[in-house]
């Protein structure tokens, strides 16, 4: 007995070929997306809390009269709320206000108020772990120093132009000068005489 099977094949969608393109365009697409967004969060990583500037405004009036220490730098808010400290002061300084380019803090509180004091302090600011989110700067807070010994004198510079300025009497001519003005050829002292030493041109 021979038994007979018969196979049907749907056939195939003319749009088949179509999907299958489709779905490897919506792959394609995605992989791309996942691609730019994986760069973007590698290049967001390399950002680095760096320390450019720190200056003390004594009796800061912006912020109610009481010194402060700014801040300016780039990415300082790489991070979490930035935590400022100076020296061996045990606690952070108040920060007042806190931008990515700028961070203002008031100097630590002592007996004697909230001022800054005078001497050479280690400042840090951190924002979280890691080398890229900490920084620090020599700080030296102070009144200005005796003043220095004078310098070596210069070197004397070139001699200028000497003009004369007056007149002789008639029928005479400059013939030289001293203190008083310029000589004439008959012996005279010219009139109305004067000298100019111009700086000269380079």
Not at 108 to 137: A, H, M, Q, Y
Not at 157 to 174: A, D, R, T
Not at 186 to 193: H, K, L, N, R, S
């Amino acid at each position: 007995m021979n038994t007979h099977h018969e196979a049907f094949c749907s056939p195939r969608p003319e749009n088949a070929s179509l999907k299958l393109v489709a779905a490897s365009a919506t792959f394609a697409v995605s992989l791309k997306l996942g691609q730019t967004v994986w760069a973007g969060d590698d290049h967001h990583h390399k950002r680095d809390l760096n320390i450019i500037e720190v200056f003390v405004t004594f009796d800061d009036n912006a912020y109610g009269g009481v010194d402060t220490i700014t801040i300016n730098g780039e990415d300082l808010d790489f991070g979490r709320s930035p935590t400022v400290t100076l020296g061996r002061f045990p606690a952070p300084l108040e920060v007042l206000n806190a931008t990515d380019t700028e961070i203002v803090v008031a100097c630590p509180t002592t007996i004697t108020g909230t001022t800054c004091p005078s001497g050479g302090f280690l400042l840090s600011v951190s924002t979280g772990r890691g080398k890229r989110k900490n920084d620090e700067w020599d700080l030296s807070i102070g009144a200005v120093g005796p003043q220095g010994e004078p310098g070596p004198a210069g070197e004397q510079g070139p001699s200028g132009n000497l003009v004369l300025i007056g007149q002789c009497p008639v029928g005479e001519f400059v013939t030289g000068f001293d203190a008083s003005g310029f000589v004439c050829s008959g012996g005279g002292i010219g009139v109305a005489a004067s000298r100019d030493f111009p700086v000269p041109q380079v």
